[in-house]
Nanobody
Framework: QVQLVESGGGLVQPGGSLRLSCAAS????????MGWYRQAPGNQRELVAT???????NYAESVKGRFTISRDNAKNTVYLQMTSLKPEDTAVYYC?????????????????WGQGTQVTVSS
């Protein structure tokens, strides 16, 4: 199957920066898109940013100009560079990938999620 492994979360002061990483591994055939979502206490999970195979990106209005999503196709890895962080950015951040993967003698397409990494912005 497929696994997504995240890293880079932690505690940072307002105005600071963090870079999240998410590496996909397993019997991958094609990764169509990867993205980041977040969920704060009392809120629903929301889209932060996505990136497709051709490099097209999409951002939530609340993070435009502050966050940058990028991708290393050779490493099956997606990054989220976060700058000018605010307390309201505090949330659990989840990596997501739309993947076609090998299963026995055929292939399947599925939506995979990472385990989540905590980002806390506080003084």
């Amino acid at each position: 199957q497929v696994q997504l492994v995240e890293s880079g979360g932690g505690l940072v002061q307002p105005g600071g920066s963090l870079r999240l990483s998410c590496a996909a591994s397993g019997n991958i055939f094609t990764i169509y898109a990867m993205g980041w979502y977040r969920q704060a206490p009392g809120n629903q999970r929301e889209l932060v940013a996505t990136i497709t195979g051709d490099g097209s990106t999409n951002y939530a209005e609340s993070v435009k100009g502050r966050f940058t999503i990028s991708r290393d196709n050779a490493k099956n890895t997606v990054y989220l560079q976060m700058t000018s962080l605010k307390p309201e950015d505090t949330a659990v951040y989840y990596c997501n990938a739309d993947i076609t993967y090998n299963h026995r003698i055929t292939t399947r397409r599925g939506d995979f999620w990472g385990q989540g990494t905590q980002v806390t912005v506080s003084s």
